[in-house]
């Protein structure tokens, strides 16, 4: 067992641009704290495409007030990598990362029980007044639940398009990520399908994506089945069955080396029932105070999208950062906590 400290005031789980904020503003706020992350800091961002530019601008992805610079007004995810990197080294935040929290418990006498296992595989245990899940969605993609879906040339996250050059890669999903990787993959030469269960491409396709997308499919560049659903991936083709209103259900086989199901990720609510937390049945989003982001159980907050289910488009970093801040200061104030010698706000001083 590890040795660990006795009592903290706060435990945040989860690495990521919300989980450091927070971390950020218990730190300012006086408040002891420890961050765990199952991963790296940034976890999720590491997931991303290799060559990935963010839809949204740099100021907008700044955590403690410390400016993003970038060589663009959108950075890469290498430039959000190194930002996010150095924010922890200057900050000198408390983290404890490839440390997973297992299970959470409630105290009788307030307070929470965090069980914990390292990279290596040792044990250990965490009590906090707070705790603050800051997990996101990314680590949980919505399965399709069909034959061959876990063999080794199946993944629901988009690396690189380069490795796929000559070779038959279908894609699963029409949202902006799938119709990005579409792209990406048919401009370094490989030869792209995209199955999509809808008649066209989703709505809240990024409006500079769909036009190039649509030319693509015109000219013939990429293959687009709609009205599609995977029934089976076997090691050389995904099997799909056309459902077209009006036509009866044609099967078809797709030559696949290389199959991408980017159907979207969804916020687990394990960590969530196992302290009580109620939760929507259907979209298993957590109750949430909107002010404070805390749940129905004192002193456990969801912030970012951890506490959303599969309401996923609902919250990006940028609208999460602010839940981050919210949740401390309700914290701060139910422990009567007060700064010690360092700004409550989240800036750091002197910063714009």
Same mark, same amino acid.
């Given at each position: 067992?590890?040795? #660990?400290?006795? @009592? !903290?005031?706060?435990?945040?789980?989860?690495?990521?641009?919300?989980? /450091?904020?927070?971390?950020?503003?218990?730190?300012?706020?006086? $408040?002891?704290? =420890?961050?765990?992350?199952?991963?790296?800091?940034?976890?999720? &961002?590491?997931?991303?495409?290799?060559?990935?530019?963010?839809?949204?601008?740099?100021?907008? !992805?700044?955590?403690?007030?410390?400016? /993003?610079?970038?060589?663009?007004?959108?950075?890469?995810?290498?430039?959000?990598?190194?930002?996010?990197?150095?924010?922890?080294?200057?900050?000198?935040?408390?983290?404890?990362?490839?440390?997973?929290?297992?299970? %959470?418990?409630?105290?009788?006498?307030?307070?929470?029980?965090?069980?914990?296992?390292? #990279?290596?595989?040792?044990?250990?245990? !965490?009590?906090?007044?707070? $705790?603050?899940?800051?997990?996101?969605?990314?680590?949980?993609?919505?399965?399709?639940? *069909?034959?061959?879906?876990?063999?080794?040339?199946?993944?629901?996250?988009?690396?690189?398009?380069? @490795?796929?050059?000559?070779?038959?890669?279908?894609?699963?999903?029409?949202?902006?990520?799938?119709?990005?990787?579409?792209?990406?993959?048919?401009?370094?030469?490989?030869?792209?399908?995209? *199955?999509?269960?809808?008649?066209?491409?989703?709505?809240? %396709?990024?409006?500079?994506?769909?036009?190039? /997308?649509?030319?693509?499919?015109? +000219?013939?560049?990429?293959?687009?089945?709609?009205?599609?659903?995977? !029934? +089976? &991936?076997?090691?050389?083709?995904?099997?799909?069955?056309?459902?077209?209103?009006?036509?009866?259900?044609?099967?078809?086989?797709?030559?696949?080396?290389?199959?991408? $199901? @980017?159907?979207?990720? *969804?916020?687990?609510?394990?960590?969530?029932? $196992?302290?009580?937390?109620?939760?929507?049945?259907?979209?298993?989003?957590?109750?949430?105070?909107?002010?404070?982001?805390?749940?129905?159980?004192?002193?456990?907050?969801?912030?970012?999208?951890?506490?959303?289910?599969?309401?996923?488009?609902?919250?990006?970093?940028?609208?999460?950062?602010?839940?981050?801040?919210?949740?401390?200061?309700?914290?701060?104030?139910? =422990?009567?906590?007060?700064?010690?010698?360092?700004?409550?706000?989240?800036?750091?001083?002197?910063?714009?």
């Amino acid at each position: 067992m590890l040795d #660990e400290p006795s @009592l !903290l005031d706060l435990v945040i789980v989860g690495a990521g641009p919300i989980g /450091l904020e927070a971390a950020i503003c218990a730190k300012r706020a006086g $408040l002891r704290y =420890l961050v765990l992350d199952k991963g790296p800091v940034a976890s999720a &961002i590491t997931r991303y495409p290799t060559y990935m530019t963010f839809f949204t601008t740099s100021e907008r !992805l700044e955590i403690g007030g410390h400016p /993003l610079v970038t060589a663009s007004d959108k950075p890469t995810r290498k430039e959000a990598l190194d930002y996010y990197r150095k924010v922890v080294q200057n900050e000198a935040l408390t983290l404890r990362t490839f440390t997973e929290a297992t299970a %959470l418990e409630p105290l009788t006498g307030g307070g929470f029980r965090i069980s914990t296992r390292d #990279e290596r595989g040792e044990l250990g245990e !965490l009590r906090a007044s707070g $705790l603050m899940l800051a997990t996101g969605y990314f680590d949980t993609p919505k399965r399709l639940d *069909v034959p061959g879906e876990d063999l080794p040339h199946v993944s629901h996250y988009f690396d690189e398009a380069h @490795l796929h050059f000559g070779r038959d890669v279908t894609i699963v999903g029409a949202g902006s990520s799938a119709a990005d990787a579409a792209l990406e993959l048919q401009r370094a030469g490989a030869r792209v399908t995209i *199955v999509h269960r809808a008649a066209d491409f989703r709505r809240s %396709l990024k409006y500079w994506i769909r036009p190039n /997308l649509e030319h693509r499919v015109a +000219e013939g560049s990429i293959t687009v089945h709609f009205h599609s659903v995977a !029934l +089976e &991936i076997t090691p050389r083709h995904v099997r799909i069955e056309k459902r077209s209103p009006s036509q009866p259900p044609e099967p078809i086989a797709l030559p696949t080396d290389r199959v991408f $199901l @980017l159907t979207g990720y *969804v916020a687990s609510p394990t960590l969530l029932h $196992l302290c009580g937390v109620r939760t929507d049945p259907v979209t298993q989003a957590a109750q949430l105070d909107p002010d404070s982001c805390e749940t129905n159980v004192e002193g456990l907050y969801c912030i970012g999208s951890a506490g959303f289910g599969s309401r996923t488009s609902d919250v990006f970093i940028e609208n999460g950062l602010p839940h981050a801040r919210r949740a401390v200061a309700h914290l701060r104030s139910r =422990l009567g906590a007060r700064p010690s010698g360092e700004p409550a706000d989240p800036r750091p001083a002197g910063s714009r």
